[in-house]
């Protein structure tokens, strides 16, 4: 790749829309937080993949837990979260749509009221802050912690969505894939849904989800996570695919992320073919850029290299990316505009 289209990935402007708090936290921000708790004996290199390096689905889960120890005070929210509003803005992102599971921790006091208000603080201190980047906030609900918690975690997305000047705009569904199913769910989907809250589900991304996805897509969801064994050559259904392009529910696809978490073989066997042949609405996100070593730019020089996208290509996916996200749609107006003023002139 030469400096100059390198560049070109950098500086153009994108919106990121697939992006877990945790997920994301950047290996200095990382050494930050090692350094703040020496008892946890955790080294740094721990939170990571590397390039080159593969883990299991599961393994990557395991990765999860110990940044979550790391990570348990509002301090420690506040910190990570501006941090990474500020990365992606150093990215060219100039929306983001940034989600997170609120939890408790009762060492420190934390509460997931107070979680959900300090990721809100982080936004409102960047923008004060003059940070170019405009950021929305989904509630994550994490499958693995069953029905009565997604519910409640569904009534305070509700209360935030009322309370927060349009912050927080939607629900996002989760966690291990392997653990639990989504039709215990469905009731607080449903009623995240009835609400107004905008659904982005994370949807077969291992083979054995198919009558979930069925399930799933009855809400229906606004957005569908990865969708990595949706279409029939992955073990996926005509049927599933109909439904998908039919509704023209826009799919979130993380290609670093599924190679480096082995769900899918080379980046080369990525889905992002089958779903952009069929001029389906994809858009290109990082999962957790942290965990996963990766930024925006590089997805984006990734998925052009690998299926020889021109720059116009390139360009149009970024483009189309602002109508798959849930900003309102005067603001969806004014990213259009910025990214015409934003047009690269070698175009
Ligand atoms: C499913 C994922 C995920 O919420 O603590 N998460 N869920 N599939 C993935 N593919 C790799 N990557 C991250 O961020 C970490 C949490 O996000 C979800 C998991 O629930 C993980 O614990 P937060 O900010």
């Not at 009762?106 to 809100?120: A, D, F, H, Q, S």
Request: glycine share 6%; with cysteine; hydrophobic share 35%.
């Amino acid at each position: 790749m030469d400096k100059e289209a390198d560049l070109f990935y950098r500086q153009i402007p994108k919106v990121e829309l697939h992006a877990h708090l945790n997920g994301s936290v950047s290996f200095v921000t990382m050494e930050k937080l090692v350094a703040r708790k020496p008892h946890l004996n955790i080294e740094s290199s721990r939170t990571a993949i590397r390039s080159g390096q593969r883990r299991t689905l599961a393994e990557c889960f395991q990765v999860f837990k110990v940044i979550h120890q790391l990570v348990d005070s509002e301090e420690d929210i506040l910190m990570v979260a501006k941090s990474v509003i500020e990365e992606f803005a150093a990215d060219g992102v100039k929306y983001l749509e940034l989600r997170s599971t609120p939890r408790e921790e009762p060492k420190t006091g934390l509460t997931k009221r107070r979680y959900i208000e300090t990721v809100l603080e982080a936004i409102h201190q960047c923008k004060q802050e003059g940070v170019d980047i405009d950021v929305r906030f989904l509630v994550a609900v994490d499958r693995r912690n069953g029905p009565e918690v997604a519910m409640e975690t569904v009534k305070l997305a509700e209360d935030f969505m009322l309370s927060s000047d349009g912050v927080v705009v939607g629900l996002d569904l989760s966690g291990d894939p392997t653990v639990g199913h989504g039709k215990d769910l469905l009731p607080a989907l449903q009623r995240a849904r009835n609400s107004g809250l905008k659904l982005a589900l994370h949807m077969s991304e291992v083979p054995s989800q198919k009558e979930e996805s069925e399930l799933l897509l009855d809400l229906p969801p606004d957005r569908i996570g990865h969708g990595t064994f949706l279409h029939p050559e992955a073990g996926g259904s005509d049927s599933l695919v109909d439904k998908i392009c039919k509704l023209n529910i826009p799919l979130e696809l993380c290609l670093t992320s599924n190679v480096k978490g082995q769900t899918v073989p080379s980046y080369d066997k990525h889905h992002f073919q089958y779903w952009y042949e069929r001029q389906h609405p994809c858009v290109l996100c990082t999962d957790d850029k942290g965990v996963f070593c990766t930024d925006l730019s590089q997805e984006y020089q990734l998925t052009a290299s690998t299926f020889g996208l021109s720059q116009e290509a390139v360009w149009t996916l970024s483009l189309q990316a602002i109508h798959c996200s849930f900003a309102p749609e005067a603001l969806k107006h004014s990213l259009v505009q910025r990214w015409a003023e934003l047009r690269p002139h070698i175009l």
